[in-house]
């Protein structure tokens, strides 16, 4: 009979902790990690209030979809929550579908504070809901401006209210770091749109322990496919995008150069796959091209540039 009890115990200590495991992502021990990717339309660059539309209502049906399908990250675009206060009622939502279906999620705001001044934020929720992290733009992708060379000023005589419908870059609250966050199965990195098309942002999140960078867009054409193969070849991570639907490009890309799923461009849809965290983290550790890197001969890019072939003193 004791023996018998003895058998129970352990087989109940066995089953607590797969369970665990499970629910946790097996920590940065998994060897794979499956993540989904959502392309959906919400609020736009140019926000305008819709009188009682709720963004959270599609997207809480796509934390759902995912969680049941086995992902552990969901990542939907930039900008489809709007401008809001956070934390605050439409965050809350966010939470609760969050902490209901043990994943996590990212996705992308105006984050607007007490003083009314508002930065592009990418929002990282944990699995037990709670707002784990937060990415602020740091490449301002403004379109319209004045001055020489382009791009250099504003547009003048523009009020705020322009700016918020028009090009809301121009004044919003720029991020000062590209911060990696630390989850249960790997490290990730995040960047929104324009900085993508920087290849600094990339290297960074990569040297500073990034695994799996997610890069969140809000544009009318697609992510580019060339840009997320470069980028995780030469800076040995993964790379999961997400776009609204009036684009595409939505992907779950794996390394050296694998894009395992991408959503067709201009629709509605959520994509699902499997990243190889064994692989990866086997080459980030013997990486010829990191070892053999030359710091000493890279200063050059610490130089804001004025004009091509043109630089002032060290931005330090």
């Known amino acids: 009979m004791y023996l018998n009890l003895l058998r129970m ?5 066995l089953v607590s902790a797969w369970v665990t495991a499970s629910e946790a992502g097996q920590a940065t021990g998994r060897s794979a990690v499956k993540v989904a990717a959502v392309q959906i339309s919400g ?13 959270t209502k599609a997207l809480v049906k796509y934390i759902r979809k995912a969680s049941a399908d086995g992902a552990q990250l969901v990542v939907f675009p930039e900008y489809v929550l709007g401008r809001i206060a956070v934390p605050g009622p439409v965050t809350q939502k966010i939470a609760e579908a969050a902490a209901a279906a043990r994943v996590y999620v990212i996705v992308g705001c105006w984050e607007v504070y007490a003083d009314n001044s508002f930065a592009n934020t990418a929002l990282l929720f944990d699995r037990q809901g709670q707002i784990h992290g937060r990415y602020h733009k740091t490449h301002a992708a403004v379109d319209k401006f004045e001055g020489t060379p382009a791009y250099a000023h504003p547009p ?12 809301p870059e121009w004044i919003m609250k720029k991020g000062q770091d590209l911060p990696v966050f630390e989850l249960d199965f790997a490290r990730v990195g995040i960047m929104t749109c324009y900085d993508g098309w920087f290849p600094e942002p990339f290297r960074v999140l990569s ?14 054409g697609n992510v580019e496919d060339y840009i997320v193969k470069a980028a995780m070849f030469q800076n040995s991570v993964a790379l ?26 201009k629709e509605e849809s959520c994509i699902s796959a499997t990243i190889d965290l064994k692989r990866l983290r086997h080459i980030r550790k013997r ?30």
Do not use: H
């Not at 115990?9 to 200590?13: A, G, I, R, Y």
């Open 9 to 13: 115990f352990v087989l109940l200590v």
């Open 43 to 55: 609020y736009d660059k140019g926000y305008v209030e819709r009188p009682g539309y709720d963004p």
């Open 156 to 167: 003048a005589d523009r009020s705020t209210e322009w700016f918020i419908q028009n090009d």
């Open 207 to 220: 040297l500073k322990g990034a695994e799996i960078i997610v890069w969140i867009n809000g544009r009318r």
């Open 240 to 265: 999961v995008t997400a776009n609204q639907a009036y684009g595409g490009g939505t992907m779950i890309a794996d390394w050296p150069a694998r894009i395992k799923a991408v959503c067709p461009p």
């Open 287 to 316: 990486s010829r091209n990191y070892q053999q890197r030359r710091p000493e001969l890279y200063g050059e890019i610490l130089k804001k540039q004025t004009a091509w072939g043109e630089t002032t003193k060290d931005v330090n």
